[in-house]
């Protein structure tokens, strides 16, 4: 399964140790490695990129787990996370489509104290072991969530309720007269407004995760086309796996925009 991956490490000489063996694991068909950085908190609390891969589209999901991380974890996580929680609340949004929610965030904020480093990567892994207890040997604390079908489901879920909104406001303002009415209609187009920004950002989902999917089984061919045997076999798996999920994700999300385009004929 795809995983979002934080290991933590004292400092950062050790964290880039811990990218290196990532990338070992890779190399030896245990995991695929779609994208990774370190990063570092010094002294004052201040965080910063210190190495990154530019892996396009593969890279999605790191680059913005990293520029997060960095944005919400740069202070005091309890002031991160709580007070300055409307400022960052549209990066908060970001990761909760990831898959990645404030309770991971708060986790990995409480140990990444200043002074220690981390890497951030986005891997396909079968089992948990072989980062485990390669990171745990190069002095590692691995904190994972898996990256899944939810969000994509929740996305339509929210179309459903914005129109079941909508509908209810152009019934009351049916029966509705003067001021009432007036003010019943600037809701209508506020809420067709935020329907047409979720049209447009469920469009441009769908053109992401496939750009996301296109970019991840070609590493995954790559991959596979040094591996032999048992190895090959596996990853070959871990291909078809990523058509079938990609194919699910594709099906909500258009399901999703259909309902926005019904909607917005209304």
């Given at each position: 399964?795809?995983?979002?991956?934080?290991?933590?490490?004292?400092?950062?000489?050790?964290?880039?140790?811990?990218?290196?063996?990532?990338?070992?694991?890779?190399?030896?068909?245990?995991?695929?490695?779609?994208?990774?950085?370190?990063?570092?908190?010094?002294?004052?609390?201040?965080?910063?990129?210190?190495?990154?891969?530019?892996?396009?589209?593969?890279?999605?999901?790191?680059?913005?787990?990293?520029?997060?991380?960095?944005?919400?974890?740069?202070g005091?996580?309890?002031?991160?996370?709580?007070?300055?929680a409307?400022?960052?609340?549209?990066?908060?949004?970001?990761?909760?489509?990831?898959?990645?929610?404030?309770?991971?965030?708060?986790?990995?904020?409480?140990?990444?104290?200043?002074?220690?480093?981390?890497?951030?990567?986005?891997?396909?892994?079968?089992?948990?072991?072989?980062?485990?207890?390669?990171?745990?040997?190069v002095?590692?604390?691995?904190?994972?969530?898996?990256?899944?079908?939810?969000?994509?489901?929740?996305?339509?879920?929210?179309?459903?309720?914005l129109?079941?909104?909508?509908?209810?406001?152009?019934?009351?303002?049916?029966?509705?007269?003067?001021?009432?009415?007036?003010?019943?209609?600037?809701?209508?187009?506020?809420?067709?407004?935020?329907?047409?920004?979720?049209?447009?950002?469920?469009?441009?989902?769908?053109?992401?995760?496939?750009?996301?999917?296109?970019?991840?089984?070609?590493a995954?061919?790559?991959?596979?086309?040094?591996?032999?045997?048992?190895?090959?076999?596996?990853?070959?798996?871990?291909?078809?796996?990523?058509k079938?999920d990609?194919?699910?994700?594709?099906?909500?999300?258009?399901?999703?925009?259909?309902?926005?385009?019904?909607?917005?004929?209304?």
């Amino acid at each position: 399964m795809d995983k979002i991956l934080v290991v933590i490490f004292d400092d950062e000489n050790k964290a880039y140790e811990g990218s290196r063996t990532l990338q070992d694991l890779h190399n030896e068909g245990s995991i695929t490695l779609y994208g990774k950085a370190v990063i570092a908190k010094d002294a004052s609390g201040q965080m910063s990129v210190k190495q990154t891969d530019d892996e396009g589209p593969v890279g999605t999901a790191v680059g913005l787990l990293t520029g997060s991380l960095i944005g919400l974890l740069g202070g005091p996580v309890g002031v991160a996370l709580g007070a300055y929680a409307g400022m960052f609340g549209g990066m908060i949004y970001d990761l909760a489509n990831l898959g990645v929610g404030e309770d991971f965030l708060y986790e990995v904020g409480q140990y990444l104290e200043p002074g220690k480093a981390a890497v951030v990567a986005e891997v396909y892994e079968t089992w948990v072991l072989p980062v485990d207890n390669r990171m745990q040997a190069v002095g590692g604390v691995v904190f994972r969530r898996t990256r899944g079908e939810i969000v994509d489901a929740q996305i339509e879920r929210d179309v459903v309720a914005l129109n079941a909104e909508i509908a209810e406001l152009e019934a009351e303002l049916n029966q509705a007269t003067g001021e009432a009415k007036a003010k019943l209609q600037a809701k209508i187009e506020a809420a067709k407004a935020r329907l047409q920004a979720m049209r447009e950002s469920i469009q441009a989902k769908i053109e992401t995760s496939q750009q996301e999917t296109e970019a991840k089984v070609k590493a995954l061919q790559e991959q596979a086309a040094k591996a032999e045997g048992e190895r090959k076999a596996k990853i070959e798996a871990r291909i078809a796996e990523l058509k079938a999920d990609q194919k699910r994700r594709s099906e909500l999300l258009h399901q999703a925009w259909e309902l926005t385009k019904e909607a917005m004929k209304v």
